[in-house]
């Protein structure tokens, strides 16, 4: 089993073009290997769950069908999950989640955030937003492990897998 304190854990839920849901985690070790890799079926909302959701359908397949499930099946708890979509930052769980990203230009850190959330942005250049607090300790190690890899890069890798799911089923 891996250490606890070691591993990064990356979640995303993309949308398909059948307008279908598929979500994954990937928890890598500090050098972005893989030590485990989960996934959802893909979910298609229901025209009366559209109906009776409204705009806050796809939230809700986001958080609370989607991501919280993957996160309770977890074998590996990483020290922090990654998260790409700012909309997954209501999910509650026992390590800390932060989006993280790569600051653009044109916002030049005015960006609105809600004031339960807190924004700091890393020597490397990455903005990170999570709710809750972060040691000292936790943002050096963050700024460590985005030192020595890209610590963008296993994003894309867990969007290719779920991509390669999708079209095996």
Known sequence: MSD?????????????????????????DPYAIPVEFKYSEPIKPTGLQKILYGNSIEKYLLVD?????????????????LIEDARMLD???????????????????????????????????YDIIFSGTLTSDDTKWLERISEEIDIMEPFHRLKEALNYVCSEE
């Open 65 to 81: 069908v989607i991501a919280k499930k993957l996160l309770q099946n977890l074998e590996e708890k990483p020290k922090f999950i």
């Open 91 to 125: 999910i509650q769980f026992k390590v800390p989640i932060i989006y993280i990203s790569i600051p653009k230009k044109s916002e030049e850190s005015k960006e609105k955030i809600r004031e339960e959330l807190t924004k700091e942005t890393l020597e490397s250049g």
């Open 4 to 28: 606890v304190n070691m591993s990064l854990g990356y979640l995303m839920v993309n949308r398909t073009g059948e307008n279908e849901y598929v979500g994954g985690i990937m928890v890598t």
